[in-house]
């Protein structure tokens, strides 16, 4: 009796595994939703405009060292040479002296750009899309709603920045320091998903669903929050003038769902 019970319920894991695997397979077939592929377009996008002004910036101040260097090594050298011309011969060569002046020239030129270069200013940028999750696995939907809320988001910001280039700065700077501390909980939720299918059965899959669940809470949570700075966005632009200030109408809500974020990210360093 034990043993044909045993092999019930072997079976049946077993048919589970395969529709599991089915589901999957469909999936991988269906590809990412549309909303999830704007996302991560948007993400690349942003992270290429970011090493673009980092480039230049590299390269302004590259250009301006050499400038100063190489000035200051072509007047020392060709004064050098003009001074020892002119005490061997009595009379020298002026164009010694005159290239002399050109390299001091460029390099103070050089050097007062040098000085005056300061660093760009850090751009927010667009965070990629969280981990997907398997259908049936603890947290699907949560990490589904809060993949829409970062598509939404990030449309918001394309939308109001024509209008409220300084609202747009606030969402996209929310957005960059939140996302980061909620993709971790949507990679964590994939992560147990895998523990509780390898090992089903075991102490250790019950941990695992258990702590998936309270992942998924947070997760929720950080949701809300982008459901909060969302609402805050549409009054804004609901107002009868876009001359009010954008720190009393965004600030209360982005600066709660960094708060957010920063505790997720304090409480899982220790």
């Known amino acids: 009796m034990g043993r044909s ?4 319920a072997d079976l049946s894991a077993s048919i589970d595994a395969a529709v599991q695997k089915g589901l999957d397979l469909v999936d991988v077939f269906r590809g990412a939703p549309a909303g999830r592929r704007e996302l991560e377009r948007q993400a690349r996008q942003s992270a290429r405009q970011a090493r673009h002004v980092q480039r230049a910036y590299a390269a302004r101040k590259a250009q301006a060292q050499a400038l100063t260097i190489g000035g200051t090594a072509v ?3 060709t004064g050098t040479v003009g001074i020892i011309d002119l005490l061997a011969t009595s009379t020298g060569d002026v164009a010694w002296f005159a290239v002399s002046a050109i390299g001091a020239v460029a390099a103070v030129i050089g050097a007062r750009a040098w000085r005056r270069l300061l660093p760009p200013t850090p751009i927010p940028t667009i965070e990629t899309a969280p981990a997907l999750l398997r259908r049936g ?4 939907e949560s990490v589904a709603r809060y993949t829409a809320v970062r598509v939404q988001t990030v449309q918001v910001i394309r939308a109001i920045e024509p209008l409220h280039a300084d609202a747009a700065t606030e969402i996209r700077s929310a957005d960059s320091q939140a996302a980061p501390a909620l993709n971790a909980l949507a990679e964590r939720l994939r992560v147990l998903d895998e523990m509780s299918r390898k090992m089903p059965g075991s102490a250790a899959a019950d941990s695992a669903r258990e702590s998936a669940r309270a992942v998924t809470e947070q997760l929720d949570r950080g949701s809300a929050g982008y459901d909060v700075l969302l609402a805050a966005a549409a009054r804004l632009l609901a107002e009868p003038s876009l001359a009010r200030p954008v720190p009393e109408v965004l600030e209360p809500a982005s600066s709660a769902l960094i708060a957010y974020a920063h505790g997720l990210r304090t ?4």
Do not use: F, L
């Open 5 to 8: 019970q045993k092999d019930s």
């Open 75 to 77: 007047s020392a050298s």
């Open 137 to 140: 696995a603890i947290g699907h």
């Open 267 to 270: 409480a899982s360093q220790i």
